[in-house]
Structures are given as C-alpha cells and as structure tokens.
C-alpha cells in the first residue's frame, strides 16, 4: 500500500486534482485525478491498488457521441500512474494522437457521464 500510496502523491505533485466519487449509500467508491495539458487532460479512475483505468482524451469533443481516448490503460494503480506519468507532452512526437478507445468513465471534466456525489471538500 506504501508503494500505491507514494504514486497517489506523485500524481498530486504533478498537478493532477482529485474527485473522491461515492456510490449511492455515500460510500467512497472511486478516486478520480485529471490534468489538462495542452488540448487534452490526462485522468486515471481507481478503484483499488489492483484495479486502475488511465488515459488521455481531447479537452474538446462532440457530446452526441461517446468520449474517445487516445491512449488507455487498465491494470494496476502503480503501473498505470506510471504508464499516465511516462506519457509524453501532448504535441511531442511520440504523443498518442489517433482517437482509438471510447472513454466516457474518464470524460469528467468535459462531461460528467456519471452522477456525483461530493460531499464539501471532496476536491482537492
């Protein structure tokens, strides 16, 4: 849990801000963190240390249709906050560019595909 934890604050400390999502009885379900970067935001949903969703989307889409994301990963929470961390600056040559998996579960700062339930001081 150190090792998951110390990733957690890496993300904090690259800028990345925190919604704490609960489930319909006000438990904690998920932590979602996302960071927009040039014309896109990186976010990464977890639900546990063995169960993690990271990726990249536009910052700008079409609402009619599912988000897309150009990059995404599913595994571990240490290995996908590395993955997320590792990306390269959007606009450099090796940045993922091509729109190849839907995403809404990680569209929350352009659209919010699911229901929130934050309680005051939920974002940090």
């Not at 150190?2 to 319909?24: C, N, P, T, W, Y």
């Amino acid at each position: 849990m150190d090792h998951a934890l110390s990733k957690v604050i890496e993300l904090r400390e690259s800028g990345f801000q925190f919604l704490h999502l609960r489930d319909d009885a006000g438990q904690l379900d998920r932590i979602m963190a996302f960071k927009q970067r040039r014309g896109f935001i990186d976010s990464i949903l977890f639900w546990s240390e063995t169960e993690a969703r990271a990726g990249r989307l536009p910052a700008v889409r079409d609402s009619a249709r599912p988000a897309q994301a150009v990059w995404i990963y599913e595994g571990p929470l240490v290995e996908a906050v590395d993955r997320l961390l590792d990306l390269p600056e959007p606009g450099a040559r090796n940045a993922p560019t091509l729109m190849k998996a839907t995403a809404s579960d990680l569209a929350v700062v352009t659209t919010l595909p699911f229901k929130l339930k934050l309680p005051p001081g939920a974002i940090a």
